[in-house]
């Protein structure tokens, strides 16, 4: 596989599990019901809302809810408990001891906490770039031609490593950029494909 300057990441479900995210749900769909997380995405719009009050100020103008169900959903709106996937720091620092850049873009709902250094990869990412900061979220082609002027690198120089098709593969493919599935149950037919991060120190 060609050199690369740039290693762009996808966040949840390529470097960090979703299981507290998981959780999250099914509190608030049992309090709320299920249309409640569907009023909250508003088709992908809470990532581009710039704070969570006013996500809820957004939510709260559809539904009533009691103060108790509004800390259910600021919950769910900050990512309260999410934990690195075990391949993602030695893989990380490989990377990193071999000079790429390592970006992340993330589609994400607004959050008051620092995720990159909850996660205790903060010293490893080179720059983050979450959907609600950018006013943009993937699969759209802005939101990755957003982060390679910032960085400051070509197309040519990028590659996207992500878990879904549609948000990272694509996303990254419309831009020009080379993109790599990661396909941890190996039930999708692509190429370039890994099932474990560590592939990645085979292949780059």
């Not at 581009?48 to 169900?69: A, D, L, M």
């Not at 309260?80 to 075990?86: G, Q, T």
């Not at 950018?134 to 002027?149: A, S």
């Amino acid at each position: 596989m060609k050199k690369y300057k740039l290693i762009i990441f996808d966040l949840i479900d390529t470097l960090a599990n979703s299981d507290g995210i998981v959780k999250a749900t099914e509190l608030l769909e049992k309090d709320l019901g299920k249309e409640s997380i569907k009023l909250l995405i508003d088709d992908g719009q809470i990532d581009k809302e710039p704070t969570v009050n006013s996500v809820i100020c957004k939510f709260k103008k559809k539904r009533s809810i009691t103060n108790e169900q509004e800390k259910l959903v600021r919950q769910w709106v900050e990512w309260s408990d999410i934990s690195l996937y075990e391949d993602a720091i030695q893989v990380l620092k490989y990377l990193k001891s071999k000079g790429y850049r390592i970006a992340i873009i993330s589609n994400s709902p607004p959050t008051s906490k620092d995720t990159i250094n909850d996660l205790g990869i903060k010293n490893m990412i080179d720059n983050s770039f979450f959907s609600f900061e950018t006013g943009y979220r993937k699969p759209e082609k802005e939101i990755f031609e957003f982060v390679l002027n910032k960085i400051g690198v070509d197309p040519k120089d990028a590659v996207m490593i992500g878990d879904s098709m549609k948000n990272d593969i694509l996303g990254a493919q419309s831009a020009n950029i080379d993109a790599i599935l990661l396909n941890r149950k190996n039930n999708i037919d692509f190429k370039p494909k890994i099932t474990s991060l560590t592939d990645l120190m085979v292949i780059l």
